[in-house]
């Protein structure tokens, strides 16, 4: 049937439905690094490859290649993988690839993840955890609609078990000497509590739709102080400690 999506014109050179080959004994290093550490991986599956405008032509997403790989992950390395992300930054998706998906087509791909890992493994060996929303809009609107939109919809189906945002105090930067003051501002400290707030405050008001399920979890599950490979002379120095602790911090407090 022919697509009803265009297909990703891709950003940066990336396209989401380009092929990528994770060789297995690169995968096999990470996850046996990760048990000697103890710090098990929360892995990012991707949500927008072998779908509409892929070369099998479906409306949804094609879970075949992630449940191989979780399939393996699973017999060879045994609690490496804490949990499975489906996505990331749903709301760029339109600025970057050109292609978006509604918040009801995101959710009927989360529900396909959780039913296929109930059906093939212990329902709660892992954890599934989403929608990996940038909060940097919600931040400049004040408001995240279509975020807790699509979190209540996730709730509605019992698809996640944490509800996970993004944030970059500086977003991303383009003037290393105009902005390298502000890793020691007072007020870009404090755009983390700000922002913590609205992902937690959108999670809770999801969380009115469905009243009888638990309250989910709020992880901020990707930051750093400044997003597109950081500020350089910065975000890899000292400098970056103080915003990166107060960071730590600010999550744990809200």
Same mark, same amino acid.
């Given at each position: 049937?022919?697509?009803s999506h265009p297909?990703?014109?891709g950003h940066g050179g990336y396209s989401p439905q380009q092929p990528y080959r994770l060789p297995a004994a690169h995968w096999s290093a990470v996850c046996s690094w990760t048990a000697k550490v103890g710090w098990p991986i929360v892995f990012g599956l991707n949500l927008l490859s072998n779908r509409t405008g892929g070369p099998n032509g479906t409306e949804h997403?094609?879970?075949?290649n992630a449940i191989s790989l979780i399939r393996y992950t699973t017999k060879? #390395?045994? !609690?490496?993988?804490?949990?499975? *992300?489906l996505g990331n930054e749903p709301e760029g998706w339109k600025r970057n690839f050109g292609f978006s998906l509604s918040n009801s087509e995101i959710a009927a791909d989360f529900a396909l993840l959780r039913s296929l890992l109930r059906s093939e493994f212990f329902e709660s060996q892992y954890l599934v955890?989403?929608?990996?929303?940038?909060?940097?809009?919600?931040? #400049?609107? !004040?408001?995240?609609?279509?975020? *807790?939109?699509?979190?209540a919809l996730l709730r509605q189906h019992d698809s996640i078990d944490v509800s996970t945002f993004h944030f970059y105090n500086m977003g991303k930067t383009l003037n290393p000497q105009a902005e390298a003051p502000l890793?020691?501002?007072?007020?870009t400290f404090d755009l983390?509590?700000?922002?913590?707030?609205?992902?937690v405050n959108a999670t809770r008001g999801?969380?009115?739709?469905?009243?009888?399920?638990p309250a989910l979890p709020v992880w901020l599950g990707e930051t750093a102080t400044a997003s597109g490979g950081g500020l350089a002379g910065s975000s890899g120095t000292y400098t970056a400690t103080l915003l990166m602790v107060d960071k730590l911090g600010s999550v744990c407090l809200c």
């Open positions: 049937a022919p697509s297909k990703p014109a997403w094609v879970a075949d060879r #390395h045994p !609690g490496a993988v804490a949990g499975w *992300e955890v989403g929608p990996d929303q940038g909060i940097q809009g919600c931040l #400049h609107s !004040g408001s995240c609609d279509q975020y *807790e939109e699509l979190v890793f020691t501002d007072p007020a983390t509590k700000r922002a913590t707030m609205l992902a999801a969380s009115l739709a469905t009243p009888s399920s």
